[in-house]
C-alpha cells in the first residue's frame, strides 16, 4: 500500500500515512515531560555505570570510579561487630565476677555468650536449661557436688573432673563389691540404708529444704533390724565421703544421698550396683575448647540458672 503524507486539516499536524478504511493515523510527537524522564534516566545510567561497578568485560569488570563493593562493605559491617565483640570478650576475660555483673553492657554480652556457649556444647549432656538426666548432673538444682559459687563452677568447667587435666577435679568411689571390701549380704544391708535417706532431709533441716523435686520418698520396705546394720555399716565405710546423715561432701564431689534428685542411683538397685562397681562420671574440661572469656560466660549462665550460691 502506497504511503501519502497529508496534513490534516482539523489539527494542522501531518498524518502519518497509514490508513485503514477511509481511517488517518495522525503522527502526534512524544509528551515532553516524558521524553525529558527518557533523557534522564538514560544519563543517570551513564553516570551510574562511570561510579559503580558496571560493564563486565572478559574476566573481570569495570570496577567504577568510586570503588565501591558490596562484599567490601558487608567486611566492613563485620569488622565492626567483631571489633566490638572482642572488646567486650577482652574486658570479660580481664574483669572479676564482681565487676561483670555490676556493669549492665558487659553482663548482658557475657550473657549472650554464655547461653550460646551453654547450647552448643554443654546441654547434650546437662539438657536444656541444665535439668541434667541420669549421669549428667542436674546444674539448675542447687545441690552440687563440686560447688556452686561462680569460682568453683568456673574451676569445674575449666578444668574438668577426672578428665586427665593436671588441675581436674579428682576423686574415686572404692568398688566395694569388685574389690571384696563388702560382702553381697552387706551391700545389701548398706543400700537398705541409703534407701531410708533418699528424699529425706538432713537432721534439723526441713522437707523443703531437700533439693529437688518428683522422687518418691523413702523405700520403707525393709526391716528395721537390716536398716540399722546397713546404718552401723554406712557410718564406717561411706560416711567420711558421703557425710553421717548422706549430706554429702564437696571435697571429694561425693553426692547428696539425702536428696530427691540423684546422679545416677534412683532405685534400690542402681544403689546396690553403684556400691558393688562404681560409676565415675566423666565432665570435660573445656580450657581446650573454650577461651577464658567464653568459659566466664558460661559460668555465669550456670550460676544464673536457679543454683548458683
Ligand atoms: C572416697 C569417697 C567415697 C566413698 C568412701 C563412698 N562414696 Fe559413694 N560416691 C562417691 C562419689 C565421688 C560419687 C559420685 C560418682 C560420680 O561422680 O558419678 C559417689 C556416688 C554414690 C552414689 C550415687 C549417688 C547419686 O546421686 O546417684 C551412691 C548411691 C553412693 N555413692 C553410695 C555409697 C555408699 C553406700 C558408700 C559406702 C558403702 C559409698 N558411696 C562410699 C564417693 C564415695
Ligand atoms: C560429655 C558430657 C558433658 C558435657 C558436654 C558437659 N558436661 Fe558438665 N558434667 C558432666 C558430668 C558427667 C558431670 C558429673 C561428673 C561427676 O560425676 O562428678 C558434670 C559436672 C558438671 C559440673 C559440676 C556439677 C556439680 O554438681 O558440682 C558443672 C558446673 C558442669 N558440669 C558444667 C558444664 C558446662 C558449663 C558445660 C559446657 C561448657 C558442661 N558441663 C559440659 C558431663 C558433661
Not at 567504577?64 to 563493593?69: Q, T, V
Not at 564482681?98 to 547450647?119: N, S, W, Y
Not at 539438657?127 to 560447688?147: I, S, T
Request: charged letters at 20%; hydrophobic letters at 40%; glycine letters at 12%.
Amino acid at each position: 500500500m502506497p504511503t501519502k503524507i497529508e496534513k490534516d486539516a482539523v489539527t494542522g499536524r501531518d498524518t502519518t500515512g497509514h490508513e485503514w478504511d477511509g481511517v488517518k493515523e495522525l503522527n502526534v510527537p512524544l509528551p515532553k515531560w516524558w521524553l525529558y524522564v527518557l533523557y534522564a534516566t538514560i544519563i543517570f545510567a551513564v553516570v551510574w555505570c562511570v561510579l559503580y561497578p558496571s560493564i563486565p568485560y572478559g574476566t573481570g569488570y569495570f570496577h567504577g570510579l568510586l570503588g565501591y563493593s558490596q562484599r567490601k562493605a558487608v567486611d566492613a559491617d563485620v569488622a565492626a561487630v567483631a571489633a566490638q565483640r572482642a572488646g567486650s570478650m577482652a574486658k570479660i576475660e580481664a574483669s572479676s565476677f564482681a565487676d561483670i555483673r555490676k556493669d549492665p553492657q558487659l553482663l548482658a554480652v557475657a550473657e549472650i555468650a554464655g547461653r550460646i556457649t551453654f547450647a552448643n556444647n554443654c546441654q547434650p549432656c546437662h539438657g536444656a536449661g541444665g535439668g541434667g538426666q541420669k549421669g549428667y548432673p542436674a546444674l539448675a538444682a542447687g545441690d552440687w557436688m563440686w560447688g556452686g559459687t561462680l569460682e568453683a563452677i568456673q574451676q569445674t568447667v575449666t578444668h574438668g573432673i577426672r578428665s586427665g587435666d593436671p588441675d581436674a577435679r579428682n576423686s574415686a568411689m572404692p568398688r566395694f563389691g569388685v574389690d571384696g571390701m563388702l560382702k553381697p549380704e552387706e551391700i545389701q544391708l548398706v543400700a537398705d540404708y541409703v534407701m531410708t535417706l533418699f528424699g529425706k532431709p538432713e537432721a534439723g533441716k526441713s522437707e523443703s529444704d531437700v533439693p529437688g523435686i518428683g522422687k518418691p520418698a523413702a523405700d520403707q520396705s525393709a526391716s528395721e533390724k537390716n536398716v540399722a546394720a546397713g546404718k552401723a555399716l554406712f557410718e564406717t565405710n561411706c560416711a567420711a565421703c558421703h557425710g553421717d546423715a548422706g549430706q554429702g561432701n564437696r571435697d571429694f564431689g561425693a553426692p547428696r544421698l539425702a536428696a530427691r534428685i540423684h546422679l545416677r542411683a534412683n532405685t534400690r538397685e542402681d544403689v546396690v550396683a553403684q556400691v558393688t562397681n562404681p560409676h565415675m562420671g566423666v565432665m570435660p574440661n573445656w580450657n581446650q575448647r573454650l577461651d577464658p572469656a567464653t568459659i566466664k560466660s558460661v559460668t555465669l549462665y550456670v550460676h544464673s540458672l536457679g543454683g548458683g550460691e
